[in-house]
């Protein structure tokens, strides 16, 4: 599925189709991008938290999602608000910021992600100024509502702070990762991203994400969780990771060659 690269951000707002589903790679070759970008994934995230990315392979990996005609996503590490610019200036549409736990945290993510008079993000798009197809004059004029910052929500303090964070200017949506989030908690008792506590604080935030008139995403371990976010009103979701994604393929493909085989 094609669709309009430079239109992302008003489709997100819009919500459009009842929510994107989008691809998450953390392996580092943009050949596997190029693979799962002909799916019908409205975008690709590239994980560079937990992912093995760097940034020569990760401006290509943004590549060959534009290639395919989508959007691009980039998830930074912890803190690394200097890779959020570069990645923008690479050409991705969205930033997703791990760890945002208070609004000083997210205006200094805004400080990366957004051009005067929102932010301070220093000039240098030269790769976005291809994929976009547009002149630097308009880049600079429309960038910061052409790209959308997200600020992750996973540890208790983040949901305290939920209003505040969603406040700042430029803080566009925000994205809840159930697995930190449900370690935090249990107080580290467990691991659960599908247990009632979960449901309840994206409930929570879900609200207060309609509230501010901003979108709230998630990450959903496969497609049965993805739908159910989808179905609750979130705007995006993961309907899982491409390594768990490419061993439930094997695994079928396995399990149904020698359920063949033994009839």
Known sequence: MTTDINGFAGRLKRRENGGMISAWIGTPDPLFVNHLAQEDFDTVVLDMQHGMWDMASAAN?????????????????VGDFASASRLLDA?????????????????????????????????????????????????????????????MVETRMALDAIDEILAVDGIDGIFVGPSDLSI?????????PESAAIDQALSTVLARCRAHGKVICA????????????KLGLDLVIAGA????????ARTAIQTARKIASS
């Open 219 to 230: 990450f959903g371990g496969d497609g049965d969780r993805a739908g159910q976010y989808l």
């Open 61 to 77: 990996g943004i590549a060959h999602v534009r290639l395919a005609g989508k959007p691009a996503i980039a998830r930074i590490p």
């Open 242 to 249: 491409e390594t768990a994604q490419l061993r439930a393929g």
């Open 91 to 151: 050409g991705a549409s969205a930033i997703i910021a791990p760890m945002i736990n208070s609004a000083d945290d997210a205006r200094a993510l805004v400080k990366a992600t957004k051009y005067p008079p929102l932010g301070e993000r220093s000039w240098g798009p030269s790769l976005a100024l291809n994929h976009f197809g547009i002149s630097a004059e308009d880049y600079l004029q429309s960038a910061n509502s052409l790209t959308v910052t997200i600020a």
């Open 184 to 192: 935090a908690l249990s107080n580290g008792a467990r691991l659960a």
